[in-house]
């Protein structure tokens, strides 16, 4: 396939009242600029060629410094944004798919579609579009027994061109040569002072060539985002299919309206999903599993038949069979192995607590190990933290850590033994030992007569 493609990502995006430039702002999970790089990496062109300009730091930052780009110093219209590719591509003569960052919906079979319909006709252009009942924003097509005669831009558009319904979604296909030669010839004389893109058209009708619409029936995917509200509306849609994809490949969504789960997360067959459920960034879920109330899981691995309620899981691995919730919280590098049960208000930092570890209500653990099978008393805290460094907490199998115990790291509790409650653990403990560490009760007794 001898196609390149240019990605207009140059603008301000005034519209959109950020501080960052637009197409890096996320739908669904993934900035637009990169969702439509991959879509277009599906049709494997030789290479997809960036327009930068307004901010392109933070632009190559979310695209990779590596990525191909020209830079638009000055961003005076669509069409000047185009010709900075022209010496990029002064030794190509083939087909180039031009595109604009800011429309996230477009998926990849449409563009393989637009791309072969346009290769079979032999037309010059070929322009996406489609037909909204309310194109208001949209430059229509303005056409003539079948073909297109020109793009007119909302601005100029006179009463009668405003009636036209079916709008340029900002994808077309020409010819490398002939758009660089038409673009030659456009000037900034419209109620914007801007070069456009969609004159090129009206200037190859006038030259004889032959341009053709591709007619999209879902308008939807083409919709443009030049503002928040936009942004949330192509993100629902980005979300409806992927909670679509879930279900098709045997996830149970109790109201998939109510599910947010971004683009890259796994979920196998079976697992059921409650509404509030935030499933983000590189998760994978096993089958089996049950995901109850806000539960918001990001970047972590989680096996099968896990029951989780309303918690957060950041970075994190959970094993077979493990219970959580509600109301507990794993911050990164933690490892849950198979029935570990996590319970209210339970907190856990890189630690690993092995097979059957119960830590059912307000504890703390931070950087500890535990071992198989041991209990961890209510409101027990590891002190890993001086003030200044971080400290390890290693407690051994079968152990038992009475309730509201400080066991103050470093320290080593050996397995089978018992940590009495509200004890302040400084020393290890020894294998199969009862430590206790509190003050001795006193008894007064009728003291309060
Ligand atoms: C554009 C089209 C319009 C079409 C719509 C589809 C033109 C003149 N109009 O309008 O016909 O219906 O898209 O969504 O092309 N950009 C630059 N440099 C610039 C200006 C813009 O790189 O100097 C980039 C923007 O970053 C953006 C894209 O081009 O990604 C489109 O620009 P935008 O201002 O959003 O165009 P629309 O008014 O939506
Ligand atoms: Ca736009």
């Given at each position: 396939m001898k196609l390149k493609t240019l990605i207009l990502a140059a603008g301000k995006g005034t519209r959109m009242k950020s501080e960052l430039p637009k197409v890096i702002h996320k739908v669904n999970g993934v900035p637009m600029i990169s969702k439509i790089i991959s879509v277009l990496n599906g049709l494997e062109p030789e290479e997809n060629i960036l327009i930068l300009g307004h901010k392109k730091e933070e632009v190559l930052k979310v695209v990779g410094e590596e990525a191909d780009y020209v830079v638009q110093t000055e961003q005076l219209g669509?069409?000047?944004?185009?010709?900075?590719?022209?010496?990029?591509?002064?030794?190509?003569?083939?087909?180039?798919?031009?595109?604009?960052?800011?429309?996230?919906?477009?998926?990849?079979?449409?563009?393989?579609?637009?791309?072969n319909f346009h290769k079979e006709s032999g037309a010059a252009t070929t322009i996406l579009t489609s037909i909204y009942e309310n194109p208001f924003g949209y430059g229509r097509i303005v056409k003539e027994d079948g073909l297109v005669k020109a793009i007119v831009e909302e601005k100029e558009a006179t009463p009668e061109i405003k009636k036209i319904k079916e709008?340029?979604?900002?994808?077309?296909c020409f010819n490398s040569r002939e758009l660089f030669n038409a673009l030659a010839k456009i000037n900034n004389n419209n109620e914007k002072g801007e070069y456009y893109l969609t004159d090129v058209i009206g200037i190859q009708v006038g030259e004889g060539k032959k341009v053709q619409s591709f007619v999209l029936e879902d308008n939807m995917e083409i919709l443009g985002v030049n503002s928040k509200v936009e942004l949330a509306q192509a993100s629902e849609v980005l979300r409806g299919r992927k909670n679509l994809e879930l279900m098709e490949n045997g996830?149970?969504?109790?109201?998939?309206?109510?599910?947010?789960?971004?683009?890259?997360?796994?979920?196998?067959?079976?697992?059921?999903?409650?509404?509030?459920?935030?499933?983000?960034?590189?998760?994978?879920?096993?089958?089996?599993?049950?995901?109850?109330?806000?539960?918001?899981?990001?970047?972590?691995?989680?096996?099968?038949?896990?029951?989780i309620e309303s918690s957060v899981i950041e970075e994190s691995q959970i094993d077979d069979y493990v219970t959580m919730g509600p109301f507990a919280h794993l911050r990164p590098k933690t490892h849950l192995k198979e029935k570990v049960h996590i319970g209210n208000f339970v907190e856990v930092k890189k630690s690993t607590l092995e097979k059957g570890v119960k830590a059912g209500h307000l504890t703390y653990l931070g950087d500890a190990q535990v071992g198989e099978d041991t209990n961890i008393g209510a409101g027990t805290i590891t002190c890993n933290y001086d003030g200044k460094n971080k400290f390890k907490t290693v407690i051994g199998k079968n152990s038992f850590i009475g309730s509201d115990s400080m066991l103050v790291a470093p320290v080593n509790?050996?397995?089978?033994?018992?940590?009495?409650?509200?004890?302040?653990?400084?020393?290890?403990?020894?294998?199969?030992?009862?430590?206790?560490?509190?003050?001795?009760?006193?008894?007064k007794n009728d003291w309060r007569k």
């Open positions: 669509t069409g000047h944004a185009v010709i900075q590719a022209k010496e990029k591509l002064a030794d190509y003569d083939g087909d180039v798919m031009v595109l604009c960052g800011d429309t996230p919906l477009l998926r990849e079979e449409t563009l393989r579609d637009l791309y709008v340029n979604a900002g994808v077309y996830a149970i969504l109790i109201d998939p309206k109510a599910t947010y789960v971004e683009e890259s997360v796994k979920v196998g067959k079976d697992t059921v999903i409650y509404p509030g459920a935030v499933l983000q960034g590189d998760t994978v879920i096993g089958k089996n599993c049950e995901i109850l109330g806000t539960t918001r899981i990001i970047d972590s691995v989680l096996g099968n038949n896990i029951r509790i050996g397995e089978n033994s018992l940590v009495g409650a509200g004890s302040v653990i400084t020393k290890d403990v020894p294998e199969n030992s009862l430590a206790v560490s509190r003050s001795k009760q006193i008894i």
